[in-house]
Structure formats: structure tokens, C-alpha cells
């Protein structure tokens, strides 16, 4: 993906439904994974049993996507810390994550967020009393939408979801895509 201000459109980006209206076009084990509003981390971690790994791809201070800014309702010209990670069960990549934390949001003791070096951002969550979930959208993802590193993509499309969240009532997205070695089914 380019390094540039304005990386994308809409029409360059998966087409984010809000997931009440896919159910019927999911199998149970997609709605099991993809409607889930729990700890996806710590649905990986037992799954995994334990051995869940976390890479970073990229953090850093970038233009959130079109329809990124919108949700989170900063302008479009405004940077945000954009943290892309590979979570890994086993060894076998299984979910690239996509966060999008606002600069207004990385204020007071949400400072600590800058700095979550490979520890997943879902465990940090799921464990804040103040956390709060918007609804959770669903989407395919593939290869137009450069949404994810070209060498994860697949042939076919891919399954995401994402989620706007709260901590002290402060907005961040998180974004989840479900790589082909998941075998979401």
C-alpha cells in the first residue's frame, strides 16, 4: 500500500455492511466467528492453545482510509496511529488486524496505546471497564481493495469484520480479515 495521504476512495475499499444484514449469506461457522462481539485475542489464544503470536506489519502516523475517518468522524486530512498486525496461531498466520487509534483518542492514560510494541490490542480491550462496542460491519476483502498486503491475499475474496470500540468514551477501529490458513470455511 502507498505511503500517501490519501491511499484511497471508496471504490477502492471493502464494502463494509453492517452484519445483521449478511447473516442469512454466512455459514454458522462465519456467523460463529464474524458476529462474535467477544475477545477475538482471546478466542485465538485458546484456540491456539496458547501460542498466539503477534507481528507488526506497520505502526505509524497515517491518513486513515475514506470510510475509516467517516466512522470515527475525524476529517479526512487528519492523521491517526495506523497499527497493522498479523495475529498467528500455531505458527500459521490466521488474522491481519487493522487499527486506526485517533491522535485525540491517544490523550491522558490512553497515552500507553502508542506503545503496544507485539502485545495485541484486543487483550488491552476486552480488560478496560470503560470499553464499550459499536456494532460490528462485515465485508469480502480482495485483491482491488488493497486493504491487506498483497502476498496475504488469496484467489478468492476473504471474510473481515470491524468494529468501531470506546475506552473513557474515546473511539478507535479495529479491523479484522480472517487469511485463508484460518480456514474461517
Partial sequence: MPNTPFTSSFLDEPRWQRAKWLRWQLSATERDWLLDSGSLTTRLIDLSEG???????????????????????????????????????RGQPWVFARSILPLSTLTGRLRKLRTLDNRPLGGLLFKDSTMHRGEIEVARVNKKHRYIPVYMMSEHSLWGRRSKFYLDNKPLLVSEVFLDSFNLG
Fill in 51 to 89: 501460542q498466539l503470536t503477534v507481528t507488526i506489519l506497520r505502526q505509524q502516523m497515517l491518513y486513515p482510509h475514506l470510510s475509516e475517518a467517516r466512522l470515527l468522524g475525524i476529517p479526512r486530512k487528519k492523521l491517526a496511529l495506523v497499527r497493522e498486525v498479523v495475529l498467528s496461531g
